[in-house]
């Protein structure tokens, strides 16, 4: 009797180590969720260089509600069912499938570039020029909701490649914390205001408005700019040219100088001259045309 209790209680050590290794494998594998490493700036010095995600653009520079600045730096995770998403503002979106897959997806879901804008308030940031998916680039639309919580809160994608991010935080809970017009310098106000003004009095049209907003807030580095800078050459001096015009001088000069000494000979010997040159005389007979033309010719008397 004693062996067969024996017996049962060896199977049922063995069984609850069995059970102990399947639960701490299992919790192992969702460990993996919150052991890895920030990707803040997508180059994490933690991160092996061949493991790096490589962005295509660099971010562009942070713009916006000043109450929303210090939020550059920091990121927020949402897990999904076997997603990881993180988003760091004025940054990046990225996604993480958590599996042990050799080939498990990593990416970037689309960088910091431009806020979303419609009648004057900020209604979205976003990311764009993610990792190639088809033909196009992966794009993501972040929306700012309020809460008493800063956090990542939902996570879809509408249409292939696009994905809508919702971000819940106190600091958009004010009903003026998204408003355009504050956030502009006095001249690009005063440049807003001038065509408000024009579209009430009807001087330009509804596109014509859209396209002068659309310059104030490229201008602003609230949106990115479509504009194609171009630097024109430099004119390049030509040496010949310049030399030309340096000779033409030289010799008007020297001509000059050989009239003066003409006519001081003329004076000398009391030889009559003209002293006035062409362009005088043609100037004084412009002046006498001049005044014949606007002078009163009155009646003609024709006895």
């Known amino acids: 009797m004693h062996s067969f209790y024996s017996t049962v209680l060896n199977f049922v050590a063995v069984l609850v180590i069995c059970l102990s290794f399947y639960i701490n494998h299992s919790l192992a594998g969702k460990m993996k969720i ?18 790096r995600l490589q962005p295509k653009v660099p971010p ?3 713009s916006g509600p000043v109450h929303l600045h210090h939020l550059a730096g920091k990121c927020y995770s949402l897990i999904e069912s076997t997603y990881k998403y993180e988003f760091c503002p004025f940054h990046n979106v990225t996604q993480h499938e958590q599996s042990f897959r050799w080939n498990a997806y990593s990416g970037i879901l689309g960088i910091w570039q431009e806020w979303e804008m419609a009648n004057n308030t900020f209604t979205g940031m976003w990311m764009r020029d993610g990792d190639t998916c088809g033909s196009r680039n992966r794009e993501t639309k972040v929306i700012l909701a309020c809460s008493n919580n800063t956090k ?6 509408p ?13 958009v809970c004010h009903p003026h914390s998204l408003l355009v017009y504050p956030t502009l310098n006095q001249k ?13 009095d009807g001087l330009i049209t509804e596109q014509g408005y859209n396209n002068l907003l659309r310059d104030i807030f ?10 194609v800078k171009t630097n024109l050459p430099e004119a390049k001096a030509d040496p010949e040219k310049t030399n030309s015009l340096q ?3 030289e010799n008007s000069e020297k001509q000059k100088k050989e009239i003066e000494r003409l006519r001081a000979l003329l004076r000398q010997h009391n030889i009559p001259f003209d002293s006035q040159t062409n362009e005088e005389k043609e100037i004084a007979s ?18």
Request: net charge negative; charged share 25%.
């Open 34 to 51: 919150v052991e890895e490493p920030n990707t803040f700036g997508l180059n994490n010095p933690f991160v092996a260089p061949g493991s």
């Open 60 to 62: 562009s520079p942070v």
């Open 152 to 157: 990542l809160s939902e996570v879809s994608e």
């Open 159 to 171: 249409s292939t490649c696009v994905y809508s991010l919702i971000f819940e935080t106190p600091l």
């Open 188 to 200: 690009l106000q005063e440049e807003w205001d001038e065509a408000e003004q024009a579209r009430y």
């Open 218 to 227: 490229e201008d602003a580095g609230l949106l990115k700019s479509l504009k």
């Open 247 to 249: 000779k033409c001088e």
């Open 286 to 303: 412009v002046t006498v045309k001049d005044q014949h033309l606007r002078g009163d010719t009155g009646l003609v008397d024709l006895q």
